[in-house]
């Protein structure tokens, strides 16, 4: 609680008061003070003297609630109009107290705010323990859509031998890949990871195949390649759409006939793999490019599991935002018990065009920068003013061909300089491929 007024003798009797009720109290002699300092003390109710020298009440209350509309806001003045007050609950005043104060009111106010405190802290504690039962490997949904995706992947996984996995960036597609092996019958076999976008492409094949020694320069000894060490167990393609046009006839022969050829060897092997490749681009429209093999596309999409867009269904946000709120929290050892509906409402409201991926990271943002308690529009507008990930050039264009610009070069150069230079680490961090970076650096005439 935070007392705002430029007579000191008024605050032993109102902080005394508020103390029995549970608060922590603060006090500032001007709204400067107190402006200043609200940053900091993320106080839950302000009581704020209507007539201060400077800055005064209405002011003053008019500052707070545009910086933290969570923070309710009580004027108190020895001289009450009628006008004032109404000017006063216009402003969003909580109420308009005269002095000498009628203490049974003060109480019922600041016994409303505890309570409303207490309540949002139960919301979230009680929206965490629901996503911790609707954890499904690691995906929480309560919506339709991820009910139905859950109940697919327990219905196929048994069965299946390949799938393909579709979605934006963020989406969840490895964590899809994860559940489908872990609710199959190689469940106690490997599961295996190749980014497509993140291996050079001279190399692809040795390290999907493996080679002889001799194969190639700098090949001094034989090596297996990922599809044999996947043997009985599951391989996961991230990024399929990226894979190297050379590679994609060697790629169906693994995946249609379970036979590899190391690089430099006229031996075949056997590799009983189930395969599943995961892709944020449209691989119908590649087929029709001719950037990607129609019989493999085929091959691999035998079943596609295609994921909706968080956008799609926000009434899952509350649960994500509730389990990754608590998760970080205790991980960054902070007491942070809620969120309030002001924050709430914003989580809603946004179009995530980076999916789960980017709630987690501006939740994580919002967490870092909170000493603790609630959670409040003020730390969401911050996290969520950073450019989070990038999506294809052509879908941005297609969408609004005026995100093409400044803001996207300046992102992207200033994410470069953060790595130094380092393509790999730029597009990581931009959650894009390495390709969808130099597609960027083009469209965009960013100099390398």
Same mark, same amino acid.
């Not at 009628?82 to 107290?97: P, S």
């Not at 009983?272 to 029709?288: G, H, K, S, Y």
């Given at each position: 609680m935070l007392i705002v007024d430029d007579e000191?003798?008024?605050?032993?009797?109102?902080?005394?008061?508020?103390?029995?009720?549970g608060f922590d109290v603060e006090y500032r002699r001007s709204g400067r003070e107190a402006l200043a300092s609200l940053a900091v003390l993320k106080p839950h109710v302000a009581m704020v003297d209507l007539q201060m020298p400077e800055l005064g009440g209405i002011d003053v209350l008019k500052a707070v609630r545009a910086a933290d509309p969570e923070c309710e806001?009580?004027?108190?003045?020895?001289?009450?109009?009628?006008?004032?007050?109404?000017?006063?609950?216009?402003?969003?005043?909580?109420?308009?107290?005269?002095?000498?104060?009628?203490?049974?009111?003060?109480?019922?106010?600041?016994?409303?705010v505890r309570e409303a405190q207490e309540d949002r802290e139960e919301l979230m504690r009680a929206d965490a323990d629901v996503a911790e039962r609707l954890d499904f490997h690691g995906m929480i949904g309560r919506s339709p859509v991820m009910q139905e995706l859950f109940s697919d992947i327990r219905r196929l996984a048994p069965h299946v031998r390949t799938v393909l996995v579709t979605g934006e960036t963020g989406t969840g597609k490895e964590l899809v890949a994860r559940a489908l092996h872990l609710e199959g019958r190689r469940r106690d076999r490997r599961f295996l990871t190749v980014n497509c976008s993140a291996v050079v492409e001279t190399l692809f094949e040795s390290e999907l195949f493996g080679h002889v020694r001799g194969a190639f320069t700098g090949a001094t000894d034989q090596k297996v390649g990922i599809f044999e060490h996947a043997h009985g167990g599951t391989l996961f393609l991230d990024e399929a759409g990226e894979l190297p046009q050379a590679?994609?006839?060697?790629?169906?022969?693994?995946?249609?006939?379970?036979?590899?050829?190391?690089?430099?060897?006229?031996?075949?092997?056997?590799?009983?793999?189930?395969?599943?490749?995961?892709?944020? +681009?449209?691989? +119908?429209?590649?087929?029709?490019?001719g950037r990607f093999r129609r019989d493999l596309f085929y091959r691999l999409g035998i079943i596609e599991i295609h994921l909706s867009p968080l956008r799609k269904h926000p009434e899952d946000i509350p649960y994500l935002a509730a389990s990754f709120i608590r998760e970080i929290a205790q991980r960054l050892d902070r007491a942070i018990t809620g969120i309030s509906p002001g924050a709430e409402r914003l989580l809603q409201k946004a179009p995530w065009h980076g999916n789960v991926r980017e709630l987690r990271n501006v939740i994580e943002r919002a967490c870092l920068q909170s000493a603790g308690g609630i959670l409040t529009e003020r730390e969401f507008s911050t996290a969520m003013s950073r450019p989070g990930e990038l999506e294809e050039p052509a879908r941005v264009a297609e969408r609004d061909p005026a995100l093409l610009s400044t803001a996207q070069r300046e992102q992207i150069r200033r994410v470069l300089a953060e790595a130094n230079g380092n393509k790999a680490a730029a597009a990581k961090q931009l959650g894009i491929s390495r390709r969808s970076l130099y597609r960027w650096l083009d469209r965009l005439d960013v100099a390398l």
């Open positions: 000191e003798s008024i605050v032993p009797a109102i902080e005394h008061f508020a103390q029995r009720l806001v009580i004027l108190m003045t020895g001289n009450p109009s009628v006008d004032t007050a109404v000017e006063a609950v216009k402003a969003g005043a909580l109420d308009y107290l005269a002095k000498p104060f009628d203490l049974e009111r003060l109480r019922a106010l600041l016994v409303g590679l994609q006839p060697k790629l169906l022969r693994a995946v249609e006939h379970g036979e590899v050829q190391r690089v430099g060897s006229l031996e075949t092997r056997r590799a009983d793999v189930c395969v599943i490749a995961a892709t944020n +681009r449209d691989l +119908r429209a590649e087929v029709a490019s």
